[in-house]
């Protein structure tokens, strides 16, 4: 597609369920970022994938967390009993590669009552 | 721990009015990025600057890029509401990975 895209934009669960949050990238776009934002604060990184690989997972805050690439496109953000402090917009990136500026898509606004 | 660190965290001035973000680090990065936010969006890249010294210009916004690799700053003049919204400054972190250390932001608020 012509910008990266994510999905739902907006989500509101019950703490302990698991929430899916999904990310189209630019297609040709080999890295893909996650990042978390917190109300009015800067960007906390959570994962990073080149291609389907994850080599780096050192954001992911608890092992409630995981994500996953396939077909080096399509990623997903799982948070597993999702806690309060888990309320925030999460945002993905996709890159031609690690030498290259982000395109962010607008984000999923989390919000878990 | 590379981190970065932005000031002021909050500007708000009069349409017409010069301003300067400021984005130090004691740490030395290979590149530094600028990205501005509006409301409900995700971040949209401004600039990269790669070279110590560095100044580039985009319009009515100016980037530079210390010499030390350390800092950045960004100036805007004559600011007009549009120029409103929030300022994040990043660093590529050190691993080749493409990976960015995002500053905490600055939100500017540009009143008519």
């Known amino acids: 597609g012509a910008g990266v895209s994510q999905s739902p934009s907006n989500k509101v669960t019950e703490k302990g369920k698991d929430v899916e949050l999904r990310c189209d990238p630019i297609s040709g776009h080999t890295a893909l970022y996650w990042y978390r934002q917190r109300l009015g604060q800067g960007l906390e990184f959570l994962i990073y994938?080149?291609?389907?690989?994850?080599?780096?997972k050192s954001g992911l805050p608890s092992d409630r967390f995981s994500a996953e690439r396939t077909g080096e496109s399509v990623s997903t953000l799982t948070i597993q009993r999702t806690q309060q402090e888990d309320s925030a917009v999460y945002l993905c990136a996709s890159s031609l590669d690690s030498n290259y500026g982000y395109t962010f898509g607008s984000g999923t606004r989390l919000t878990v009552v | 721990t590379q981190l970065l660190e932005q000031s002021p965290q909050f500007l708000s001035i009069q349409e017409g009015e010069n301003l300067t973000v400021y984005c130090n680090s004691s740490s030395v990065f290979s590149s530094l990025q600028w990205y501005r936010q509006e409301p409900g969006e995700g971040p949209v890249l401004l600039v990269t600057?790669?070279?110590?010294?560095e100044v580039k210009k985009l319009k009515r916004l100016t980037f530079q890029f210390g010499d030390a690799r350390k800092d950045s700053s960004l100036h805007i003049t004559a600011a007009q509401p549009g120029d409103t919204g929030l300022y994040l400054c990043a660093g590529d972190d050190s691993s080749n990975t493409g990976k960015l250390i995002f500053g905490q932001g600055t939100t500017l608020q540009v009143k008519p």
């Open positions: 600057v790669v070279t110590g010294g």
């Open positions: 994938f080149q291609g389907n690989s994850a080599p780096d």
